[in-house]
């Protein structure tokens, strides 16, 4: 069944550069992402309790945006992508996730992505 695009935009209380470092840097990733991450060059390993998935680093820039591809996903139009976004009149930044999943799985997908976001604002001072 092929996957649907969506996104997904949260506001977060952050300079782009520190953001920026929880978004791409393993350890960064690991406060709130996952429970571990663990990079090899452009392959990142996820871990949560027993269970792992690899994901590969498609492109990236900095503080500006991260595109991973998960290592299951053959098919190199499925990604998620985390974009950092600066309002030009505001200075407001958000990140805007773009993310696929199956139809019947989009909200859970979403209501995941905004449960890890709030765990984010936590760690960032910015609830």
Known sequence: MPKKKYTIEFPIKSSPSLL?????????????????VNSRGEKYTFIWDEHE????????????????????DED?????????????LTNDVSVVITD???EDEI??????????IEDLKKILGSL
């Open 100 to 102: 696929f999943a199956e």
């Open 20 to 36: 920026y470092n929880y978004l791409s840097n393993p350890s960064g990733l690991s406060e709130w992402f996952a429970d571990n």
């Open 76 to 88: 190199t139009k499925y990604f998620f992508e985390l974009t950092i976004v600066v309002d030009e």
């Open 107 to 116: 909200e859970q997908s979403k209501q995941l992505w905004e449960s890890q």
């Open 53 to 72: 998935e690899s994901a590969f680093l498609m492109k990236s820039k900095v503080d500006s945006y991260v595109r991973f591809q998960w290592e299951e």
